[in-house]
């Protein structure tokens, strides 16, 4: 059956596969001199962050399920909204400057946030107290 819990884990694993794709097309088409490459690349980054979004949403809602205490959750949805942040910023940077020093800060703090919300992930589901 579908339920909110289980719609979570599935959500959540487009944001990072969609930003290491977008970086990877950034990547070649400034290599390539190809800018239809950027296009996909911001494409992907903004998949990447509608993923976010619902990742958020439905981390939110199973949250609310009672499942866990407030206290385990508490860390990872502080990660979550962090890097939802610095999504939303990367998104509009690969539109508008892909290749600006600010672009390239916000594109390491999003990798850096999103390693640190599947690392607490991580340790909410595999390394939990109860």
């Not at 508008?96 to 919300?117: D, H």
Request: with cysteine.
């Amino acid at each position: 059956m579908i339920s909110t819990p289980s719609l979570h884990p599935f959500f959540s694993h487009f944001p990072g596969a969609m930003f290491a794709a977008g970086c990877v097309l950034l990547y070649l088409g400034k290599k390539n001199n190809k800018p239809v490459l950027y296009g996909a690349a911001s494409l992907n980054f903004t998949f990447g962050l509608l993923a976010t979004v619902l990742a958020g949403l439905t981390g939110m809602l199973a949250s609310d399920l009672g499942l866990r205490q407030v206290s385990e959750v508490e860390g990872h949805q502080g990660y979550a909204f962090a890097m939802l942040l610095t999504y939303v910023a990367g998104t509009v940077f690969s539109y508008t400057q892909k290749f600006s020093q600010g672009a390239k800060w916000v594109y390491a703090g999003n990798f850096f946030l999103l390693v640190m919300t599947y690392y607490s992930g991580y340790l909410l589901v595999f390394r939990s107290a109860g």
